[in-house]
Nanobody, 119 residues
Framework: QVHLVEFGGGLVQPGGSLRLSCVASGIPFSVYGMAWYRQAPGEERKLVAGITSGSTPVYQPSVKGRFTISRDNAKNTTYLQMTNLQPEDTAVYYC?????????????WGQGTQVTVSS
């Protein structure tokens, strides 16, 4: 059974940092592209950052230079290091994964973790 489980959300002050982790099980992690999406209240879920199975990253422009996505295939884990957090980064953050051998519709999602940036 496939599981993506996120860790690391919480409350942080503006300018602070958090690191999110997504631990995968039940999948051949090394051939999965992974990503982080976020959804703020009343808004659509949007891509924040992604990383290919070959570890090439891509970022939403608003987080480039502040967020870093990485992966550790030995630990089946994807990370999102977030720095200089701002109130507009407040959202539920979701882990996403899809095999290089699958097409759209085969994505896996985590349950989400809340990140709140507030003073």
């Amino acid at each position: 059974q496939v599981h993506l489980v996120e860790f690391g959300g919480g409350l942080v002050q503006p300018g602070g940092s958090l690191r999110l982790s997504c631990v995968a099980s039940g999948i051949p992690f090394s051939v999965y592209g992974m990503a982080w999406y976020r959804q703020a209240p009343g808004e659509e879920r949007k891509l924040v950052a992604g990383i290919t199975s070959g570890s090439t990253p891509v970022y939403q422009p608003s987080v480039k230079g502040r967020f870093t996505i990485s992966r550790d295939n030995a630990k089946n884990t994807t990370y999102l290091q977030m720095t200089n957090l701002q109130p507009e980064d407040t959202a539920v953050y979701y882990c996403w994964g899809r095999s290089d051998y699958d097409g759209p519709g085969a994505e896996k999602w985590g349950q989400g973790t809340q990140v709140t940036v507030s003073s």
